[in-house]
């Protein structure tokens, strides 16, 4: 087993700047060369303070903001238009960065894109949805209208 401190939030594991013990080869093969965790050392407690520094810089401020985000998110559809062939399926897949564009273009407000997640790839034109993790226990659903570029 590895002791690691985490650089960025992964999904079942922790957020950034937890110190998690995951087995030896999730660890050198996945989580360090993805950049989403670094070796713990005993001089780690100054990095781990610098990383809940900035996640708190990059939160939302209060559980109210991102409640009234929430409602802002899943009360709309947010449409993006991706350029597809001519039965519908996309070049591509939609990515996360897509939808953080889509979401701010709307006037909805701005979402980091690590934190949105698919449960399928998008590759084809149509309605979707897209599950937004805003603070803590709270996520948002987007439904997101995928139309072809003309």
């Known amino acids: 087993m590895s002791k690691l401190i985490l650089t960025h939030e992964v999904t079942g594991l922790g957020t950034a700047g937890d110190v998690v013990e995951v087995k030896n080869g999730y660890a050198r093969n996945y989580l360090i060369p993805q950049g989403f965790a670094v070796s713990w050392s005993r001089g780690g407690e100054k990095q781990i303070e610098q990383i809940k520094a900035a996640r708190a810089a990059r939160e939302l401020a209060t559980h109210d903001e ?21 039965e519908g399926r996309l070049f591509g897949s939609v990515k996360t960065a897509d939808v953080a564009d889509a979401v701010a273009a709307a006037g909805l407000g701005a979402i980091d ?20 993790r805003l603070f803590d226990e709270l996520s948002a659903t987007i439904t997101l209208q995928v139309v072809a570029a003309k």
């Open 66 to 86: 991102a409640v009234a985000l929430k409602n802002a998110l899943e009360g709309t559809k947010v449409k993006l238009v991706v350029k597809a062939g001519a």
């Open 113 to 132: 894109k690590r934190k949105v997640e698919f449960s399928n790839p998008i590759k084809s034109v149509g309605e979707h949805q897209a599950t937004v």
